[in-house]
């Protein structure tokens, strides 16, 4: 006796509710991974990078400086950051030719600030020379797009040595960086301790010299705290988006969105990081949306050509 089977097919889901399962899945994997592609920012994040040449250096007893004194001194070196906050453009130094010059008539633009002191042998020079190799390769327009400013953190040095620092660092960019873009300033100690306070800079002299953090910040023309970039290797694609971030008015907004968008601020590697996710999920959501009006407004297209 033949016995007649009938083959069981899987059931198909129609083409619309696939397309909604997709979008479904898309919206998750967004809402996911916002809060965990990148952590956090700490706004009042410690710098543990030091002075490392200056550390070395305190590390051995001089005839100015006694062991007890180094590390009493050493917990007050630091960075404590201030996103948000503003700097005292009301400030008044010196520039490279001894003329006095407020921050506020230089501090018209995104600026980024260098905390050093010219007569450093070793990270302030390395910093303020790996500037100088960086900023000729923005594409920014340097003197108007963004401002940079060196300012020593020691009252004790005069004009003379801002002056030969810029012209060290001019010609290592061949004399072909604009005049006035990059200022080097000099201070008396009340200007320069209020200036590092509101950046949350702690630096301490020791002997002639000083253990100070390696760092630099940028802000925005009205003088608030958008970013600090670390360290005496500077790469060309955080300083960019930093200056960015802290530019303003109608013509950057639509750029300022996107690298925004795209890019976040890491504090645990201390540099920006490539949103894989977030664009990637945004590439899917709106490939999948695409095809999901093409479905909707396709068939229906399609029923009133077979109604006609």
């Known amino acids: ?34 809060t965990a592609a990148v952590p956090e920012h700490r706004l009042h994040e ?6 490392e040449g200056h550390n070395d250096a305190t590390q051995q007893t001089t005839e100015h400086v006694h062991p007890a004194e180094t590390a009493a001194s050493a917990d007050k070196v630091g960075l404590e950051e201030k996103l948000g906050e503003r700097i005292p453009l009301d400030l008044v130094f010196r520039d490279e030719h001894g003329n006095p010059v407020k921050l506020a008539d230089l501090v018209t633009k995104p600026t980024i600030i260098a905390p050093v002191y010219y007569r450093c042998p070793n990270v302030c020079h390395f910093l303020q020379g ?4 960086v900023l000729p390769k923005l594409k920014l327009k340097a003197g108007e797009d963004y401002q940079v400013i060196s300012f ?17 660092y001019y010609a ?32 301490q002299r020791v002997g002639t010299e000083f ?29 960019a988006l930093a200056l960015y971030e802290a530019k303003t008015g109608h013509v950057g ?29 945004t590439v899917i959501l709106a490939t999948l949306a695409i095809f999901a009006a093409f479905l909707i407004f396709g068939g229906k ?8």
């Open 1 to 34: 006796m033949n016995k007649t089977y009938r083959s069981q097919q899987c059931p198909i889901w129609p083409p619309h509710r696939l397309v909604l399962c997709c979008l479904f899945c898309s919206l998750i994997l967004i809402a996911t991974q916002a």
């Open 46 to 51: 410690s710098s543990e990078m030091a002075h």
């Open 130 to 133: 790996d500037l100088a190799r």
């Open 152 to 168: 020593s953190f020691d009252e004790t040095e005069q004009p003379e040595l801002a002056l030969r620092s810029r012209n060290t």
């Open 172 to 203: 290592a960019m061949k004399n072909q960086y604009p005049e006035q873009a990059w200022r080097f300033l000099t201070g008396d100690s009340e200007a320069i301790r209020q200036l590092t306070d509101a950046v949350g800079y702690q630096f």
């Open 211 to 239: 253990l100070h953090p390696v760092a630099f910040f940028v802000v925005s023309p009205d003088g608030k705290i958008v970013r600090y970039l670390h360290g005496t290797h500077i790469v060309p694609k955080d300083l």
């Open 253 to 281: 907004t639509t750029i300022r969105k996107m690298v925004q968008y795209c890019f976040s601020f890491d504090p645990e590697q201390k540099t920006y990081v490539f949103n894989i996710l977030r664009v990637s999920a």
């Open 301 to 308: 297209k399609s029923k009133k050509d077979k109604n006609l």
